[in-house]
């Protein structure tokens, strides 16, 4: 829980003092909370089996956040992975996540990094979400060479639009991720592509920071439907990812009660009223199980007066953090010291040489002045993993809070 003291006046992640580990570490630096981070897990996982979801299995999104301590820990409490990368499989494996609870996704997996995902296990991983008949032909015949059947989920473009960004909506005709149904059923008996593979499941994903379930509720009507038209039974149907955050605090973005609630009654709708076919479901879950638990801390190097327009220059830039410059997103903005200044209209900007270099515009703050710490707020997801070299600087470093406080560097 991130909160103000009110004796101490500063601002507390979890019991811990945010000024104190920020005079002793050099900023800027994330911070996660392990106790935010399995209560949004646990949170997802229970509203899955309040909705009577069978036998659900939550695949965390890796590229969200792949901090080692983080993976580690939701491995513990027994998610599975969503990858896109041999990293990704290999930082899993290493986390302690099984094979059998991996699904591969992504457009361009290489020869090198689908090998990798077959040798993990007898036969390969749980499923790789093939996006183009390439692909699965590629699967095949190194499936054969190494004398396995791989299991394959077919990744269906539903052609639903999705109210988000742009760059993070995935489920239409032009997007280059997932199969068109009519592609899927009549390739469906082609022998170079199924000799050594075994379709186990179907697959979507319409996009990232979702707020509106209608698109979903459309997506798995395709799917559904897709199921039913192939004749076959599936062990799974994997819905995907992209639960929105409430990063504006308006309190009317759909909860996971919700969105487990639409997907069981879609799926009871589109299927369960249609055939005796029961597959498991499976989720991908990224931002909404990792983006409240990550704060980012920086320090204002000076402030500066341009006109009607004041600026504090802090030493994160968007190296750092980009998605505020990249997708124009809102992300809370904290001084960690409560203040009686005056509250003006802030620009917080970072050091880069780019104008798009920038966390808020025209905040109201207590006026900031040189050294005050701030906290960029719910940044655990598509932080650090989003983080670059740009303008040759070293990349923020990150520190995790356990479940009995305790600080440390990951
Ligand atoms: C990015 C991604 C996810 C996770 O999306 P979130 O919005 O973080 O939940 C899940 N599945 C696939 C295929 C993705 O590309």
């Not at 798995?220 to 639960?243: P, R």
């Not at 487990?260 to 597959?279: F, G, H």
């Not at 006109?307 to 505020?324: E, K, Q, S």
């Amino acid at each position: 829980m991130t909160k103000i003291n009110d004796k101490s006046k500063y601002l507390h992640i979890d019991g811990v003092s945010i000024n104190e580990i920020a005079v002793k570490l050099k900023t800027p630096f994330y911070i996660y909370s392990e106790t935010t981070l399995s209560e949004n897990y646990l949170k997802f996982k229970e509203a899955a089996i309040e909705n009577k979801i069978i036998n659900p299995l939550i695949c965390f999104a890796l590229k969200s956040n792949p901090n080692k301590k983080v993976v580690k820990s939701l491995a513990k409490l027994g998610a599975g992975a969503d990858i896109v990368s041999g990293g990704e499989l290999k930082r899993s494996l290493e986390c302690g996540i099984c094979p059998q609870k991996i699904v591969f996704s992504g457009v361009g997996k290489t020869e090198e990094e689908i090998n990798l995902a077959l040798k993990s296990h007898k036969n390969g991983i749980y499923s790789f979400n093939v996006e183009s008949f390439e692909e699965l032909e590629l699967i095949n015949k190194l499936a054969a060479k190494a004398k396995k059947t791989a299991r394959v989920a077919l990744r269906l473009n539903p052609q639903v639009q999705v109210k988000t960004h742009k760059h993070i909506s995935t489920g239409f005709k032009t997007h280059k991720f997932g199969l068109l149904r009519e592609d899927i059923l009549k390739n469906l008996k082609q022998r170079k592509y199924w000799s050594h593979t075994s379709l186990v499941g179907l697959s979507i994903h319409i996009g990232s920071q979702l707020t509106c379930l209608k698109a979903t509720d459309k997506a798995i009507k395709e799917l559904c439907q897709l199921a039913l038209e192939t004749g076959k039974s599936f062990e799974f149907f994997d819905v995907g990812g992209g639960l929105g955050v409430d990063y504006e605090r308006t309190k009317d973005k759909p909860s996971c009660f919700d969105y487990m609630k639409l997907v069981s009654n879609a799926l009871e709708k589109y299927y369960y009223t249609r055939t005796n076919d029961r597959p498991r479901v499976v989720f991908e879950p990224g931002r909404v199980i990792s983006a409240t638990s990550g704060h980012f801390i920086t320090k204002v190097i000076r402030t500066k007066t341009s006109g009607d327009c004041f600026f504090a220059i802090v030493d994160g830039g968007m190296n750092d953090f980009v998605r505020t410059s990249l997708y124009g997103a809102y992300h809370e903005i904290i001084p960690i010291k409560k203040s009686k200044r005056k509250v003006v209209s802030t620009d917080i900007v970072g050091p880069i040489c780019e104008t798009a270099d920038c966390f808020g515009s025209g905040i109201m703050l207590p006026k900031l002045m040189a050294n005050d710490i701030i906290s960029v707020s719910d940044v655990g997801a598509y932080g650090h993993s989003m983080s670059s070299n740009y303008n040759m600087r070293d990349k923020p470093r990150e520190f995790f809070i356990s479940k009995k406080g305790k600080v440390s560097k990951c």
